[in-house]
């Protein structure tokens, strides 16, 4: 990410108070820290909120995905198609698990992957697709080629698709739950799925290797420790609990830019039409983004870019060109987005960005 300043209008507050401070001041009252009940009750109301019958709570949202990866016999000689415009960590789990990560265009206004670029680069090799939800914008995942759906649903809590909740669309699907996160834990992240395999596999890959069906006696493969912790897990619990409001807030934060900034020549976010947008991110599209970001920043506004092209990291550098992603990069500006943001703040970011941008 490009250092920001200090700024008074800031990019992203996480919603924790009162609440959450119940939550752990019972676990430090219980004594137990770790692998305690507050997991549990928050890996449910994980899996109600995304209407899965699992969901395995871990260390991160990467954590998540690389679990998810394993969990699936995903490695050497094995290809995984990823979207070219990601944060890094969705290329960098397949890249651990051994596997190639193959990167793919994005459409340069949804962000997300681009369906037909997906089947162009199908290969006998390829095990899955891990399709992001970009900023909480649900993927338009029926539309992918015939192979395994992984979801990176980081950003996605809360989003839904054709009805249903990201999270329920692939075989599994990971969360994250970083503090610009609509629910954070500080660290932490998930795997949810309907398949109690997958799920079993993920609860033994986060706990050594141990097998929870084998009453975590025996270890019939090494693996790691990506627990959350109780503490972590007890801070999530409220959140989930008001889940439904906190979107809401965001909604009404995403709606007061709308109008605000229509006549603008800015590409708003949108999901498709009867989809629910997450809004992990309220990221919108200029031209001359850098210009615009640090014209935000001086006037004490605080912006982010959006994420990466992974084919300009060093990494990812050897696998050609991607226009969509380019695009994306090159114009995409994280607004601020928070419950905490008042009318006249949104009336402040509105007027810096009449100062930068022209009109229509
Ligand atoms: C799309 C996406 N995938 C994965 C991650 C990794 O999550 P974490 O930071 O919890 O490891 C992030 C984090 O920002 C993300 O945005």
Not at 235 to 243: E, K, N
Not at 312 to 332: I, S, T, V
């Amino acid at each position: 990410m490009v250092p920001e300043q200090a700024a008074d209008i800031r990019l992203a507050w996480p919603e924790v108070g009162e609440d959450e401070l119940a939550e752990v001041r019972e676990v430090i009252g219980t004594g137990q820290l770790t692998m305690g009940p507050k997991v549990a009750e928050f890996e449910s109301l994980l899996a109600g909120a995304t209407g899965t019958s699992h969901a395995v709570a871990v260390s991160s949202g990467t954590a998540a995905l690389h679990v998810a990866v394993l969990a699936l016999g995903i490695g050497p000689g094995d290809e995984v198609l990823v979207p070219a415009y990601t944060f890094p960590a969705t290329a960098n789990v397949v890249a651990l698990a051994g596997a190639r990560p193959v990167l793919v265009d994005v459409d340069p206004v949804t962000m997300n992957i681009d369906p037909e670029d997906c089947a162009r680069r199908v290969t006998g090799r390829t095990k899955a697709v891990l399709a992001v939800h970009l900023f909480g914008r649900p993927a338009r995942l029926e539309e992918l080629p015939d192979v395994p759906v992984l979801e990176d649903a980081a950003g996605a809590l809360g989003a839904s698709h054709r009805g249903r909740p990201c999270g329920s669309l692939g075989l599994l699907a990971c969360f994250s739950f970083h503090p610009r996160k609509i629910v954070t834990t500080g660290e932490g992240g998930a795997v949810t799925t309907d398949d109690a395999e997958i799920a079993e596999s993920i609860r033994s890959l986060r706990h050594h290797g141990w097998s929870p069906s084998a009453a975590y006696v025996d270890m019939p493969a090494p693996a790691f420790n990506y627990r959350l912790s109780d503490v972590l897990a007890a801070l999530g619990i409220p959140q989930l609990r008001r889940l439904d409001t906190l979107l809401a807030e965001r909604e009404r934060v995403a709606a007061g830019y709308a109008e605000r900034l229509a006549h603008l020549d800015v590409t708003l976010p949108q999901a498709d039409a009867g989809d629910r947008h997450g809004l992990q991110a309220y990221v919108v599209q200029v031209d001359r983004r850098d210009e615009v970001m640090a014209g935000l920043r001086s006037e004490g506004v605080g912006c982010q870019i959006g994420t990466y092209a992974l084919h300009r990291l060093g990494a990812y550098r050897d696998q050609g060109g991607f226009p969509g992603a380019d695009a994306a990069f090159e114009r995409a500006l994280a607004l601020p987005l928070h419950g905490r943001l008042a009318e006249a703040d949104l009336d402040r970011v509105a007027a810096a960005l009449d100062k930068l941008v022209s009109p229509h």
